[in-house]
């Protein structure tokens, strides 16, 4: 059989393993926006079917026989067909090298530990958790093992979520960021120059109206609805099942404004990465994000360096007041910028504004990486968790559901996952100035509401390129240098230092 004979065959596979996939995702879509709630049980089943469907069709020994061949046959396939068989077999190797036993062992912790930690969160009891917790780690040193790693152990399960990023590039980023974040938040919070936020709280904000904003300005950033369309759900989500069809959910509340505002340009910046990969590339790997953190900052350069500027609202700023004519009446555009760039410490991530956020992800990361490296056990997470809070932001921690156990990540055996979120931040901010040198009007443009000049910067410089690079390979194709802190830490210490007059 010639290379391009196989090639094609495993193509028509995984096709079909895409397919198997993507019709998970639209149950699972289902699932969290308009599934009644009896339907539960039934779907857990459909889901788990189709996962197993989809993991026996793609782990047969045949396509690991057929990408050996075809690694081999390398000089007769173009560099396309290369890098999917290069990244084939990277996915290929993650879903063999752990034993079924292994594989199903975790699935039983992970059950169990999720309704240990949602009773543990609520009664703030941390001792209801650790045993699973001990588990979960144990699980996680050992699943390190079976993958294979170079240096840190966590490198193994980063790999599963940020391929090409290592502990050892991360940790003196984060050092920096936690301190210079640290320093960031004392002298904002020390500042006179507070902004006035009683008319944000104190109004009822119809959330029919807040609606029909969101959809205004996911229109105006160039989302396509005719591949796409919004809906309401707990938690905010963008999931595709093709390029053509890409969705985005938000969550709206009466007595906060810019949180459903946030929520859709958050997903809008998710969903036009995943509307930007290439017609050629359908039902392939390289039509998928290069990593969670280049995900990340998709979503929270249009969030927060360009939905929360005062250029963009220079613009949108007289829409919304279109559509709370009575409630914006007497507010001024400086005080509507300042409020929706408020900071606050808080204990809860996700509460966390643009400045304190990267705080709490440093936090677990260094606890993370602590446990993996055999460092830290499960039974010392909660003092060590505390004593960070209180050095990086000076809060005093009452009780462990608002500390270490409010979030879900680590309950499903989710380690490695956290650093993803903030170095979305940081590459967003190192490709800010390179699209600014691109596109010198881009400030002008956003405050005339011209949003489409830099989606098409984005589609053709990130969208695009589907996975044909690492997020290290794409971060030193756009700026010629390594993954740096520092453009993040100047972008925020400028901005906050002029909205707090620092
Ligand atoms: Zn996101």
């Known amino acids: 059989m010639s290379a391009q004979t196989e090639y094609n065959e495993l193509l028509a596979k995984l096709a079909e393993v895409n397919d198997l996939h993507k019709a998970a995702a639209l149950l699972s879509w289902?699932?969290?926006?308009?599934?009644?709630?009896?339907?539960?049980?039934?779907?857990?089943?459909?889901?788990?079917?189709?996962?197993?469907?989809?993991?026996?069709?793609?782990?047969?020994?045949?396509?690991?026989?057929?990408l050996q061949r075809l690694a081999e046959a390398s000089a007769e396939l173009s560099p396309d067909?290369?890098?999917?068989?290069?990244?084939?077999?990277?996915?290929?190797?993650?879903a063999t090298r752990l034993p079924e036993a292994f594989v199903k062992e975790c699935s039983e912790t992970e059950a169990q530990a999720f309704e240990a930690w949602t009773v543990a969160k609520?009664?703030?009891?941390?001792?209801?958790?650790?045993?699973?917790?001990?588990?979960?780690?144990?699980?996680?040193?050992?699943?390190?093992?079976?993958?294979?790693?170079?240096?840190?152990?966590?490198?193994?399960?980063?790999?599963?979520?940020?391929r090409g990023m290592t502990a050892e590039k991360i940790q003196p980023l984060f050092a920096?960021?936690?301190?210079?974040?640290?320093?960031?938040?004392?002298?904002?919070?020390?500042?006179?120059?507070?902004?006035?936020?009683?008319?944000?709280?104190?109004?009822e904000w119809a959330v029919d109206r807040?609606?029909?904003?969101?959809?205004?300005?996911?229109?105006?950033?160039?989302?396509?609805?005719?591949?796409g369309r919004q809906d309401k759900s707990a938690h905010p989500f963008t999931t595709n099942f093709d390029l053509h069809d890409v969705r985005v959910t938000t969550r709206l509340h009466p007595k906060m404004l810019f949180s459903g505002f946030r929520s859709s340009v958050h997903e809008g910046g998710h969903a036009l990465y995943e509307q930007g990969f290439l017609d050629a590339d359908r039902r392939t790997p390289l039509a998928e994000a290069i990593s969670l953190g280049i995900h990340e900052s998709q979503s929270?350069?249009?969030?927060?360096?360009?939905?929360?500027?005062?250029?963009?609202?220079?613009?949108?700023?007289?829409?919304?007041?279109?559509?709370?004519?009575?409630?914006?009446?007497?507010?001024?555009?400086?005080?509507?910028?300042?409020?929706?760039?408020?900071?606050?410490?808080?204990?809860?991530?996700?509460?966390?504004?643009?400045?304190?956020?990267?705080?709490?992800i440093v936090i677990r990361f260094e606890i993370e990486l602590a446990l993996l490296e055999g460092e830290l056990e499960a039974a010392d997470i909660p003092a060590a968790w505390n004593a960070k809070?209180?050095?990086?932001?000076?809060?005093?921690?009452?009780?462990?559901?608002?500390?270490?156990?409010?979030?879900?990540?680590?309950?499903?055996?989710?380690?490695?996952?956290?650093?993803?979120y903030a170095l979305g931040n940081l590459y967003a901010a190192q490709m800010m100035p390179r699209i600014e040198k691109d596109l010198p009007q881009?400030?002008?443009?956003?405050?005339?509401?011209?949003?489409?000049?830099?989606?098409?910067?984005?589609?053709?410089?990130?969208?695009?390129?589907?996975?044909?690079?690492?997020?290290?390979?794409?971060?030193?194709?756009?700026?010629?240098?390594?993954?740096?802190?520092?453009?993040?830490?100047?972008?925020?210490?400028?901005?906050?230092?002029?909205?707090?007059?620092?």
């Open 81 to 94: 067909e290369n890098k999917t068989v290069e990244l084939t077999q990277w996915h290929y190797d993650r």
């Open 122 to 162: 609520k009664n703030a009891d941390f001792k209801t958790f650790q045993p699973h917790l001990e588990k979960l780690i144990s699980q996680a040193r050992r699943r390190a093992d079976y993958y294979g790693y170079e240096g840190s152990p966590y490198n193994a399960l980063l790999e599963s979520f940020e």
């Open 300 to 360: 929270r350069m249009w969030e927060n360096m360009i939905g929360c500027s005062r250029a963009f609202w220079t613009n949108y700023f007289p829409r919304l007041r279109e559509h709370f004519p009575q409630e914006l009446n007497d507010v001024t555009l400086d005080e509507l910028v300042r409020a929706v760039n408020k900071v606050d410490r808080t204990l809860i991530r996700v509460e966390a504004d643009e400045v304190t956020y990267g705080i709490h």
């Open 442 to 502: 881009l400030w002008e443009q956003v405050g005339r509401g011209e949003l489409l000049p830099l989606r098409e910067w984005l589609r053709k410089n990130v969208h695009e390129v589907g996975s044909r690079k690492t997020a290290p390979e794409l971060i030193a194709s756009l700026t010629g240098r390594g993954l740096e802190a520092e453009p993040f830490l100047a972008y925020l210490e400028k901005k906050y230092g002029e909205l707090y007059r620092l």
């Open 389 to 420: 809070i209180k050095e990086y932001l000076g809060l005093d921690v009452p009780d462990d559901g608002v500390g270490c156990l409010q979030d879900v990540h680590w309950s499903y055996g989710a380690f490695g996952y956290f650093p993803t």
């Open 30 to 66: 289902d699932q969290q926006t308009y599934m009644p709630p009896k339907g539960a049980k039934a779907r857990g089943e459909q889901l788990a079917t189709l996962s197993a469907l989809a993991h026996r069709l793609f782990t047969k020994s045949q396509v690991g026989d057929t």
């Open 176 to 203: 920096e960021m936690a301190a210079r974040l640290s320093d960031l938040t004392a002298r904002i919070l020390a500042s006179p120059n507070q902004p006035k936020t009683d008319w944000l709280d104190d109004t």
């Open 210 to 227: 807040q609606w029909d904003f969101s959809i205004l300005i996911l229109r105006e950033m160039g989302y396509d609805f005719d591949a």
